[in-house]
């Protein structure tokens, strides 16, 4: 074990360190840091094995920072260890800083992005998971929270999933600092609930004095001799903690405190022996040698008949299968969904790379993005589409993240009949176009299923795969191609009247349509738009063009921000061309599938309608 | 007490109409069902009030399904209860009957719409919280969960809030019947699981045989006895239960059971002494007055000197403390930001009626609809507005229940600044425009954010309010009037040469580049998008005409779903308009807030760039 006053002296250093770099920034949350200060201390120099040359080796402990806000004592650790310079520290916030205001992983410390409170836990997990059973490797996992964020749900996912794992690899550290931003926390001190709490939820508790090195010390080494569970350190703490008439005081939540630091780093450094620690060494992480991903492709192309009806929910199971025959890498995970997204067809050819995360949703994506870091794995994530909502501010963090993760979103749309509007994905679009650089794929048929799978498999970064319940005709011949930005034609004539844009479900009404319209002598062009973002801007301007400026865009989905609103964007842009746009208004209701495209406007009947209309 | 008999006899006969309404739809959960038989059958005729003649009578009991796959059995008690015909059961799932799959207010007997899993009890905390502090009625509350919905983090948000505000007017019912989706729950029986987590969370519980009147009956009066905590029946049960051949089996989730209901129907009918119970009587609840919501107003109109710089999140609060004067029934909620989004102004004013619901924003909704539930409050919500994103499917669900809250979401686009893109909003208009049937506002100034505030107060559903961190000028007058679907043109000339279109701060920026660019002798005309849901399209379009049919929309959001794509969705429907969009691209870093403006293209400087090319 590290010398305790050496331990403490970096604690109170990284106490001075948050003070002057939050003051330099003129904002920020140095009372929310020094709540943390030993535990970080004993973590970075007595604990982890992390490594200075490569602080993403695979072999090294991990450590999500969840209480995101406490960015700075983080970085002020890894200056300490010798990563950089301490001034640099003074840069925190700037533009030109990658010290942001919260951890992203523009630094290559940061693992996951953080400052959305309650969702580090879920990734601590996904990685401890990746540890035991992807890189069957002993790297431990540790997640500091806030108090304040033990009250979102995101948290008990973790804890539930964290459980049923037995990971006995990983640590939660609850930082109870008793004050929220505007306020005490809901439980304050009561370290005795939260201890009832972790223990309800299957963790070894450990309740501790936060501000003691010792205890802390000790805490750790009863986590790592506990066997098939995970521990949680409850850490009594308070926030300013070591700040001199700000320590355990309200409203001083995420402001730096400006002229009084001068006389506080006076007290804090009047308890240190030395008050420079620098270059403080950390325990390395053991030698080791990973693959790259390499590319990723099914096993088999696409295998269907032209024309065979099968539902691309269906085919989605199928290519991960084919993925993951191929790729030891891929794994898939689902939240009790596996039967209906087709999931299942996976767990059932590699059930060790299945992971059932139950019906938690936002635990389900926290998970998938943490078992994606550090390019470990390449995770696919499926339940149904109306249900990423309920993760949409984490995958909105992925994204900050640079998370690599697939998500396939089932039961799309009104086409999915009488469950209801509760099961319909009908803003599933405009959710996952919002993310920056997503792709959104959405196929119609079982080829180009497998292909955008494919395709998903190969991107780094966010992608989403809209599938379809009812069974759809295979349109594709398994030589068809695909790429992120191609639309597709799937009929064309040079006498055609106006371009329908239509996908999965109603790209086959808007055939249906063109078939009886050219029975009147109508030709229409059908598109099938494929790939939503990045969208086709050339491919639809050219075709519009063809088809007399005349654009009509059907789809199962809300008017707002799906594919028409993508569309008319590009139509906007480029200017002249006349667009209709059939979607679902309103809430949508129980009834038959045929009878709700009908009732909401997006059938062939309206079709057609609206291309006579036109 | 009721016959123990006569509960069992109905028990089985909600069996039996389950099992005939799923297999008259061929599809539907009567597995689902069978395991709450009792104590559905239990709360209807002998623990709750309830009256046929108003199902929504403000003094009634409410039970909350939040198991909502389950509704085939909920509309067969009041069928036995005798509010409609048993026939009309067999009605179940089609398109022109309000028994849709999983239940919605369409209903008059449900109060909020379920089916995606978790929610309920948030709902049915905000009618216990109402219940005690709004109404100060003694109804009391019931939810019924299911086993695998209890891995939903939010249910532990609601539980957490339950045990805060001491509701012992709240039962939370689990259904353990061990069985999810496609496979096991994750903690199938383990009853002394869940007990140790709801006694960990505050809830007095109770494990019960799910199956016995008795008990079920007895555990409903240990519950009423109970004071100052709520309580928690933990009911061990089987899916399936009663259906031979089918019971505690897996594969029958979600399944209607066809052939095998007449023998199943049989052995159940084989256990009754009366197997027809119809017009079963419900205890009445308390005869009750109570007065409509009426016109909401500020009670004095905005007071702001043109000019004045005021942050449109600080104008929310006092807007707030203004219609709270006029409104007992105004009530608001937030996360621990109170502080942040100026809710804390009402907060001093009505103490009574702030409901302070911490980190969990999930709940924070769920609270808010089950308030607004039967008219009792008009909640208004405040978190920052990219926290909403962790409740996207909270307020989806909230367009199908009909719900009536107001959010308002501060700290919108990089204008905030150093605290980075975690804590930025630039996805939370494409996510509420996504809502059917919500407004969404967006007002640039301190007297249109009091007035957006009213107009919400006063329309029954969802409203978006989304303001801004910093300061901005003052532009309107107190007497100038505001109305959903109506933009504000606040600089025009006869020769301008584009509309460019802002809200918030982009407003703001295009005044100061219309500023610079008349100063070079080139006008412009400014609108103030103010209403982005209904979209002004007259307004929009006619001034595109007045200025040369040249648009460019400059906004502080991701490019997807904000006011570019609505307006361009406008444009595009009209056709003939070169459209022009700022926004920001791609995540967005820490910085100040003008740096930041500038470095993602939304800044004056990139209006009159654009303006130019243009």
């Avoid at 979103?409 to 469950?419: L, W, Y």
């Avoid at 006498?495 to 055939?511: F, Q």
């Avoid at 400026?549 to 200017?575: C, F, P, Q, R, T």
């Amino acid at each position: 074990m590290v010398d305790v006053q050496l331990l403490q002296d970096v604690a109170n250093r990284l106490r001075v360190l948050s003070i002057q770099s939050t003051n330099a920034a003129n904002s920020g949350h140095p009372t929310t840091c020094t709540s943390m200060a030993e535990v970080l201390s004993v973590l970075f120099f007595d604990e982890m094995h992390q490594s200075l040359a490569e602080p993403r080796c695979p072999s090294s402990d991990r450590l999500v920072l969840s209480k995101g806000h406490a960015a700075p004592i983080l970085y002020a650790a890894w200056a300490v260890a010798g990563l950089f310079p301490e001034e640099k520290l003074m840069d925190l916030r700037k533009y030109d800083s990658d010290l942001e205001g919260h951890p992203t992983p523009r630094l290559n410390i940061i693992d996951v992005a953080t400052g959305s409170l309650g969702q580090g836990l879920s990734c601590a997990a996904g990685m401890a998971y990746t540890a035991k059973h992807f890189d069957k490797m002993d790297y431990r996992v540790y997640c500091i929270l806030g108090d304040g964020e033990a009250a979102e749900g995101a948290v008990w996912e973790a804890m539930n999933f964290c459980q049923h794992y037995k990971l006995d690899n990983l640590v939660a550290i609850f930082d109870v600092n008793r004050l929220g931003q505007s306020g005490p926390t809901c439980l304050q001190h009561q370290t005795d609930i939260y201890k009832a709490r972790c223990e309800a939820f299957g963790f070894h508790t450990i309740v501790a004095d936060g501000h003691c090195v010792k205890a802390i010390q000790a805490a750790f080494a009863e986590a790592k001799a506990t066997k098939g569970k995970p521990t949680a350190l409850v850490l009594k703490t308070f926030k300013g903690s070591g700040i001199e008439g700000i320590e355990d005081k309200e409203n001083w939540h995420g402001k730096p405190i400006g002229d009084k630091a001068e006389s506080a780093i006076k007290v804090i450094e009047s308890k240190m022996k030395n008050t420079r620690p620098t270059n403080v060494p950390m325990k390395a992480p053991k030698p080791v040698t990973t693959e790259a991903l390499g590319l990723i492709k099914l096993n088999e192309p696409p295998a269907y008949s032209i024309g065979e009806k099968i539902a691309t929910r269906m085919a989605y199971g199928t290519a991960l299968e084919k993925l993951g025959a191929n790729n030891n890498r891929v794994i898939a995970l689902d939240a009790d969904m596996k039967n209906s997204t087709f999931s299942e067809k996976f767990k059932k050819a590699y059930p060790d790379r299945f992971v059932e995360c139950f019906i938690a949703e936002q635990n389900l994506i926290g998970v998938a993005i943490g078992c994606g870091t550090r390019q470990r794995t390449v995770p696919f994530v499926s339940t149904f589409g109306a249900f990423f909502t309920r993760a949409f501010d984490q995958i909105r963090m992925g994204a900050i993240s640079q998370a690599n993760i697939k998500c396939a979103g089932s039961h799309c749309g009104v086409s999915i009949g009488e469950d209801g509007p509760s099961q319909m994905a009908l803003e599933d679009i405009a959710m996952f176009r919002s993310i920056p650089n997503s792709l959104v794929f959405y196929p119609s048929d079982a080829t180009s299923t497998e292909r955008a799978c494919e395709l998903a498999a190969n991107y780094n970064g966010i992608v989403f795969i809209r599938t379809t319940r009812p069974v759809t005709a295979v349109i594709y011949d398994a030589s068809e191609t695909f790429k992120p930005g191609q639309s597709k034609l799937v009929r064309k004539s040079s006498s055609d009247k106006v371009l329908v844009i239509g996908g999965g479900v109603t790209l086959h009404e808007a055939l249906a349509a063109a078939e009886l319209l050219s029975a009147d002598g109508v030709n229409i062009r059908v598109m099938d738009i494929f790939s939503i973002k990045p969208i086709d801007k050339q491919g639809i301007l050219e075709n519009a063009a063809q088809c007399g400026n005349k654009v009509i865009v059907v789809e199962d989905h809300y008017e707002e921000g799906g594919i028409g609103e993508a569309v008319s964007h590009v139509l906007a842009e480029a200017g002249g061309v006349t667009f209709r746009h059939l979607c679902v208004r309103g809430v949508p209701r129980s009834g038959a599938p045929a009878v709700l495209l009908d009732a909401f406007g997006i059938s062939a009947k309206t079709i057609i309608r609206s291309v006579r209309d036109l």
